[in-house]
DNA sequence: TTGAAAGCGGTACCAG
DNA sequence: CTGGTACCGCTTTCAA
């Protein structure tokens, strides 16, 4: 079914139909009536390509993330999708699964389609498809970036601080055998997670410390969690890059025989829902997600308030403790 | 950047410069280079929407999910776009939250761009939307329908005879007050589980049983769960519609001061990765979501093997027996 | 092997 | 208020 055909059944010109049906008020009511009337016997449906073409607009939204397994980008993703959905915008997404090459190929993909905007919620860089958004003119937001790129909006997280609130709190508890767990150390935001855990630990002369990675799973953070049992560092905290691996890490303590947290503290990161759920619930360390969502949003679509600002948006994460942190037993 | 101005550019007509890149070993090698090169100089990017529209093809997919929150979802739409991904096929995908007004919307855009097929694992219904369906001649693949609408492809799952096995197990262990728990009671699929549920019961004359329902979502189980204990009920075993609920269960138990398996058996259905991470962790149903999502995926693009069949595929789900159920000790 | 031109399904401008 | 028409960016005959 085409516009023309409709038209043709309702005896106006092409042009009209399509007034009739974009513009009510600028036809005459009977005309209109005419129209949607074809429109409802031929079972008429807008080829939405054809007007984005012709009309040179587009109410659609890019969104790559990293690991949609993971609730903290789903999240966020969702949080996007309930904003752009209430504002009459469609979300594209693609996942990448970590890999820069599979980003490269996700941002092709999404330029080469007419989009409102786009948002990278990743943690791998490549410079390739830095440089495609290089040239690119539409709102592009960047979450989680190191290294602020030269292009679009930032999100920054101030992870050292979190880091290190987490560090001084577990010390303060009276730990002193510290492991940090985390995954993909080759990538930026997570290397400096990491970074930071190492950071604030030397600053306590006292404290012994190790680290261990594997995928961004759970099966991940057990794996991570039995590499750190092997190595015989014994740690009575563990520090997780986020929740998702914490559950891993929980999983095989318990498998260990160790208790959490008499035999050994862990914390997360990102506060998931699930995070409040588990057993014992755990201590982690608040992100935003939902508010992330929506300031991604307002930086894709700025609104009527006018052009938006190049400024990065900073997100201060703050410490929840719960009940899978205690003082050592040993 | 338009194909034009690379035609331009690298000296050519825009028909030759279009072949250059679409057909190469139509065009003569140098001239090939030519444009290979303009493209290179100018960033070009093709317009996909344009390309679609020209060529008459695409090599989208649209898929409508109930809930992307709950790993169920989101393992199918995982697997799937993994399979798509690697075929070539991008995915567009579109969440509803069980609101059947939005999955008719869903539809209605879904339908509106070019589409090679779509797949709605949901479990609502709506009319208009299957209305919208019928006369659409791409692959269509219904999820977890029940009642087979006249329309594209249908995957079932054999819930009655999952409920049974899992009432006759908890029966065997010697448990004789069960409940059940789910979300939307409203929705087919979701009665019917847990109508198989009522029917098995019904089966053992010595059997209580009770029923509950909420949100799917981690705080949905456990405000099931709550409503349960306030009912006054005490069941030893409670039955979930799925694990993600049975998460929010396993939560109010302990909240409440029942242990599980103990106290109170629990199981689920759907058998998420995160079940086996739980503690305890989760008897529940298999339900194979890997290949769920690759029966999708060839279902709506039939490959070289010719024309699909229209005929339904069945899945059988299996019990897994884990820690979370026992014989009572009361 | 290459170019000209006819669409694909719409939108929007310009007259009438 | 309505019709004619020039595109949007690209693919694909049809001839040359």
Chains 1, 2 share one sequence.
Request: with cysteine; glycine share 6%.
């Amino acid at each position: 079914m085409t516009l023309k055909e409709v038209a043709e059944r309702a005896g106006v010109s092409i042009a009209t139909a399509s007034r009739a049906l974009n513009k009510p008020g600028v036809v005459q009511d009977v005309t209109r009536r005419r129209v949607l009337q074809a429109v409802k016997e031929l079972h008429y449906r807008p080829n939405r390509f054809a007007q984005s073409l012709a009309g040179g607009r587009t109410n659609a939204l890019g969104v790559i993330v990293s690991n949609i397994e993971n609730p903290f980008f789903l999240d966020i993703l969702h949080a996007l999708e309930e904003e752009a959905t209430r504002k009459g915008f469609e979300l594209i997404y693609e996942n990448t699964d970590y890999r820069p090459e599979r980003l490269a190929g996700a941002v092709e993909r999404m330029l080469g389609r007419p989009l409102a905007g786009l948002a990278l919620i990743v943690s791998e860089r490549d410079d390739e498809a830095v440089a495609m958004l290089e040239d690119w003119n539409q709102p592009v937001v960047l979450f989680d970036s190191v290294h602020t790129p030269p292009v679009g909006v930032t999100i920054e997280l101030r992870y050292e601080k979190a880091m290190q609130r987490t560090v001084e709190y577990l010390y303060s508890l009276g730990h002193r055998r510290m492991a940090f767990i985390g995954h993909h150390s080759a990538l930026d935001p997570l290397r400096e997670r990491e970074n930071a855990f190492m950071a604030t630990v030397s600053g306590f002369p006292d404290v012994e410390s190790a680290t261990a990675a594997s995928n961004d799973s759970l099966a991940g953070g057990r794996q991570a969690m039995q590499q750190l049992l092997a190595s015989g560092f014994d740690p009575t905290a563990v520090m997780c890059a986020n929740d998702f691996m914490a559950v891993g890490v929980l999983r095989e303590l318990r498998e260990a025989g160790l208790r959490t947290p008499e035999d050994v503290s862990v914390t997360g990161f990102d506060n998931i829902e699930l995070s409040e759920y588990l057993y014992p619930a755990l201590t982690t360390v608040n992100i935003p997600r939902q508010r992330i969502g929506q300031l991604i949003f307002h930086a894709l679509v700025p609104g009527e308030s006018g052009q938006p600002s190049r400024r990065p948006i900073v997100i201060e994460p703050e410490l929840v403790l719960r009940d899978s942190t205690a003082p050592p037993r040993r």
